[in-house]
């Protein structure tokens, strides 16, 4: 079946501009979590999702960012007036539910210019 | 910090050689993830290790934790050129929330 997806690959803005990313878990899972991932860095917790509403948003970095998932499904992962160091690639993952284990996309990468 | 990190930060080998990495943590989880990332590409979950259990092994890996040292090691027998990427721990505190990754271990398996 079909991973994790993510779109685009790719973003190229500048600053202060306003970029969404999209991420399209696998079918039927539950959880679903985003990370921000610098050169050289692990992976950094953004938000989880189980089902439609935020179940921990405690990694958002400030609220020029926000996340939602209206049908418990597809999740927009939304950046405002965009900063230079918003640049790094954003993860999303799934997981059946909660605890188990995460399937990860390949990644948007967010250059802010 | 909640943060796990992985010892040591880099790790050249040569190819058939043994590969142990390592991840301590802080503060008590309720499991352990292990996780592959090749250059520039997503993560791939290797192994899930939950509190209350020991050792797991799935083909060529091997997953320790010792919740009383607050650790975890990841054995790679046999290491491969294909091995070669960056190793990631994650240690999940609460169920479902808030999955804290380590800066990882760079791995170089030399043929």
């Known amino acids: 079946g079909a991973g994790v997806s993510q779109t685009p690959s790719n973003k190229v803005t500048e600053k202060g501009k306003y970029v969404e990313l999209r991420c399209d878990p696998i079918?039927?899972?539950?959880?679903l979590y985003w990370y921000r991932q610098s050169l050289g860095q692990g992976p950094e917790f953004l938000i989880y999702f189980q089902g439609t509403g935020a179940a921990d948003d405690s990694g958002l970095p400030n609220d020029r960012f926000f996340a939602v998932r209206p049908e418990g499904s597809v999740s927009t992962l939304k950046i405002q007036r965009t900063e230079r160091g918003d640049s790094a690639v954003y993860l999303c993952?799934?997981?059946?539910?909660?605890?188990?284990?995460?399937?990860f996309g390949p990644g948007t990468r967010l250059l802010v210019l | 910090s909640q943060q796990g990190e992985e010892d040591p930060q880099a790790l050249s080998i040569q190819e058939g050689e043994n590969a142990t990495m390592n991840c301590s943590y802080k503060t008590s989880i309720n499991n352990l993830q292990w996780y592959r990332q090749n250059s520039g590409r997503g993560l791939v979950h290797l192994i899930l290790?939950?509190?209350?259990?020991r050792e797991k092994h799935s083909g060529r890996l091997r997953v320790t934790l010792d919740t009383s040292k607050k650790s975890s090691s990841l054995l790679i027998t046999a290491s491969r050129a294909a091995d070669t990427a960056s190793y990631f721990c994650a240690t999940g505190y609460n169920y479902g929330q808030n999955f804290v990754f380590g800066p990882g271990t760079r791995l170089s398996v030399l043929p």
């Open positions: 993952a799934s997981s059946p539910g909660s605890g188990e284990t995460q399937y």
């Open positions: 290790i939950r509190s209350n259990e």
């Open positions: 079918s039927g899972h539950t959880a």
